[in-house]
């Protein structure tokens, strides 16, 4: 059971919005801790996706955003396309484990 | 181009041990604290340890305290984990992962492509 929960799938077609819950609690997202998000294509390494809540690396087109409130966080994908079918990944810090931790995942679906 | 490269993985039998490395290049390697983090087969990411910048500072979370030891050399930019009492549910692809952000900010901004490691008699 992770600490952070993600719904385990999500689904949509090309060109439409979609979005992946990241639910915490007061030790965690609603302590103030930063919420951060990884894509893991298939068969490859995680890639941080966005920082800081809702921050883009470079590189990373501004489909992806970030956002959070009080103890849950969600990230964003706009005009869906086939090449972002992947598993995405909340991690936070969670001050009562003194542990950064992980969402169980997410896996996308291009229909 | 920041790059780590994992090395070290294979097949253990339960109890026994196993030594990790990750090569780093591309970036002052002692300016940043190091972190492991673990994916079972067909399961969710697991944080697993974390050095900081000087080596001086560890953390492991329950599940591994006691029996995984991170550790670094920055004369060699690379990371190491020492496993020992090495048990079934330690069977996953090892990842190591550059840290950035203080504790409660703390991301993994470069990963490297992982090392498999495999717990079974």
């Known amino acids: 059971q992770s600490v952070l929960t993600q719904p385990p799938s999500v689904s949509g077609a090309p060109g439409q919005r979609v979005s992946i819950s990241c639910t915490g609690s007061s030790s965690n997202i609603g302590a103030g801790s930063d919420v951060h998000w990884y894509q893991q294509l298939p068969g490859t390494a995680p890639k941080l996706l966005i920082f800081?809540?809702?921050d883009r690396p470079s590189g990373v087109p501004d489909r992806f955003s970030g956002s959070k409130s009080g103890t849950s966080a969600s990230l964003a994908i706009t005009g869906l396309q086939a090449e972002d079918e992947a598993d995405y990944y909340c991690q936070s810090y969670d001050s009562s484990l003194g542990d950064w931790v992980f969402g169980g995942g997410t896996q996308l679906t291009v229909l | 181009e920041v790059q780590l490269v994992e090395s070290g993985g294979g097949l253990v039998q339960p109890g026994g041990s196993l030594r990790l490395s990750c090569a780093a290049s591309g970036f002052t390697f002692s300016n940043y604290a190091m972190h492991w983090v673990r994916q079972a087969p067909g399961k969710g990411l697991e944080y697993i340890s974390t050095?900081?910048?000087?080596?001086?500072?560890?953390f492991y979370p329950s599940s591994v305290r006691g029996r995984f030891t991170i550790s670094r050399d920055n004369s060699r930019s690379t990371l190491y984990l020492q496993m020992a009492s090495l048990r079934p549910e330690d069977m996953a692809v090892y990842y190591c992962a550059r840290g950035r952000g203080g504790a409660t900010k703390r991301y993994f901004d470069c990963w490297g492509q992982g090392t498999l490691v495999t717990v079974s008699s």
């Open positions: 050095v900081s910048d000087n080596g001086g500072r560890t």
């Open positions: 800081a809540n809702n």
